[in-house]
């Protein structure tokens, strides 16, 4: 083996250390979860690093179910009339946001 080949090996091996270190690090991060705004103002802190399921009872006999998967969290199953908080998919990223306007409920992905 030639000293160059040596070189790029090493560091190949170097790069690919400190890659799977962050992705490790990354995906331990229990620091992440969604804050749940309710119709009386009051919020709700929801950890994302457990799977969960939570019914949250909220504007005109409305209960907004919201589903934690994966690190994730979205609306699932909706009550309200025109479903568009289902349609926001799963958040998952720091500052992503979605609402159900008739439930009066929104959530957001923070730190």
Known sequence: MTPSMRKNLL???AVLA???ALFL???H???VYAEVTLPDGSTRALPLDEDARY???A?????VHLVVEDG??????PECPDHRCAGFGVLQNEDDWAACLPAKVS????S
């Not at 994730?72 to 199953?77: E, K, P, V, Y």
């Open 11 to 13: 560091f190949a091996a």
């Open 18 to 20: 400190v890659a799977g």
């Open 25 to 27: 690090l990354r995906s």
């Open 29 to 31: 991060d229990s620091g």
């Open 55 to 57: 019914d949250i009872p």
């Open 59 to 63: 504007q005109d006999g409305i209960t």
């Open 72 to 77: 994730g969290i979205r609306f699932a199953d």
């Open 107 to 110: 959530v957001l992905v923070t």
